[in-house]
């Protein structure tokens, strides 16, 4: 058994101005897709331009945090948020959802595609490789903040979290942050190491995130107000669902276009 880490949440206190350690991880992980995607455009690996890629992330952050804190307030909480809707804009007080975030991404990256004249998976198979390791710097923000613990368990790693009971938890922030993360930011940046078909890189990312949750998911502590739903699944399961058959369709209708163009 394991005791949690005594880390404390604040980075940095400047006067009444506290810089969150989980704050700075969604920074470390734009700043990584800036600086991957910079070299993937250098290394003529894609016909997006540098400027692209700043607009890309520039609006993908609008996205995230646009498209997290709704998906969470409609998916997790709408009787309270349609009561109380001024509450969604509370963020500060925590509360966002991955697979909200992503349909916000993918929400402005259609209008930025068309307004640009790029094809939307030739955006998303550009940028998918580097999310991941985004994913990773945000899981490890939930483990400094000692919150979105596992389930009770007795293997030798089971970590007492503080505010969680006495019982050692399954530390499932570290299980995502290495599948959902690490091992599957190795496999897309492989796999788009060499040309693939339209779509073929994006529909692996969807497979591969939705399944790495999925399993995860049987770790992790349901949330207390929603508990598990039918089959035992929970919700982060129900939503990871759609997202892998989403992509074996893109995988299946990529199998039947043209290759795709560099990168």
Same mark, same amino acid.
């Given at each position: 058994?394991?005791?949690?880490?005594? $880390?404390?949440? /604040?980075?940095? !206190?400047?006067?009444?101005?506290?810089?969150? +350690? =989980?704050? &700075?991880?969604?920074?470390?992980?734009? #700043?990584?897709? +800036?600086?991957?995607?910079?070299?993937? $455009?250098? !290394?003529?690996?894609?016909?997006?331009? &540098?400027?692209?890629?700043?607009?890309?992330?520039? =609006?993908?952050? &609008?996205?995230?945090? /646009?498209?997290?804190?709704?998906?969470? #307030?409609?998916? =997790?909480?709408?009787?309270?948020?349609?009561?109380?809707?001024? @509450?969604?804009?509370?963020?500060?007080?925590?509360?966002?959802?991955?697979?909200?975030?992503?349909?916000?991404?993918? /929400?402005?990256? %259609?209008? *930025?595609?068309?307004?640009?004249?790029?094809? &939307?998976?030739?955006?998303?198979?550009?940028?998918?490789?580097?999310?991941?390791?985004?994913? #990773?710097?945000?899981?490890?923000?939930?483990?400094?903040?000692? @919150?979105?613990?596992?389930?009770?368990?007795?293997?030798? +790693?089971?970590?007492?979290?503080?505010?969680?009971?006495?019982?050692?938890?399954?530390?499932?922030?570290?299980? @995502?942050?290495?599948? @959902?993360? *690490?091992?599957?930011?190795?496999?897309?940046?492989?796999?788009?190491?060499?040309?693939?078909?339209?779509?073929?890189?994006?529909?692996?990312?969807?497979?591969?995130?939705?399944?790495?949750?999925?399993?995860?998911?049987?770790?992790?502590?349901?949330?207390?107000?929603?508990?598990? *739903?039918?089959?035992?699944?929970?919700?982060? !399961? %129900?939503?990871?669902?759609?997202?892998?058959?989403?992509?074996?369709?893109?995988?299946?209708?990529?199998?039947?276009?043209?290759?795709?163009?560099?990168?």
């Amino acid at each position: 058994m394991l005791q949690y880490p005594q $880390i404390d949440p /604040v980075a940095v !206190q400047l006067g009444p101005v506290a810089i969150h +350690w =989980y704050g &700075l991880m969604y920074l470390l992980g734009f #700043a990584a897709v +800036w600086l991957l995607g910079r070299h993937r $455009i250098r !290394q003529g690996r894609s016909t997006l331009s &540098l400027r692209d890629l700043e607009d890309i992330i520039f =609006y993908g952050v &609008l996205g995230v945090i /646009v498209g997290g804190r709704l998906g969470y #307030a409609l998916m =997790y909480k709408p009787g309270h948020y349609l009561s109380n809707p001024l @509450e969604i804009l509370h963020i500060w007080e925590g509360g966002m959802s991955f697979h909200g975030g992503l349909v916000g991404v993918i /929400v402005v990256l %259609l209008w *930025f595609a068309r307004k640009r004249g790029h094809h &939307l998976l030739d955006i998303g198979d550009f940028i998918a490789p580097m999310i991941p390791l985004g994913l #990773a710097a945000g899981r490890w923000g939930n483990f400094m903040n000692g @919150e979105l613990w596992g389930r009770t368990t007795d293997l030798p +790693w089971g970590m007492v979290f503080p505010h969680a009971g006495p019982m050692p938890r399954h530390p499932s922030q570290l299980y @995502e942050m290495l599948l @959902e993360g *690490f091992l599957l930011f190795a496999l897309l940046w492989w796999f788009s190491a060499k040309p693939r078909r339209r779509g073929q890189v994006s529909a692996l990312f969807l497979i591969g995130y939705g399944t790495a949750r999925f399993l995860v998911e049987f770790t992790r502590q349901p949330d207390d107000f929603l508990g598990l *739903f039918a089959g035992g699944l929970s919700m982060g !399961q %129900l939503l990871s669902i759609p997202m892998v058959l989403a992509g074996i369709l893109i995988w299946a209708s990529a199998g039947r276009s043209s290759p795709a163009p560099k990168g």
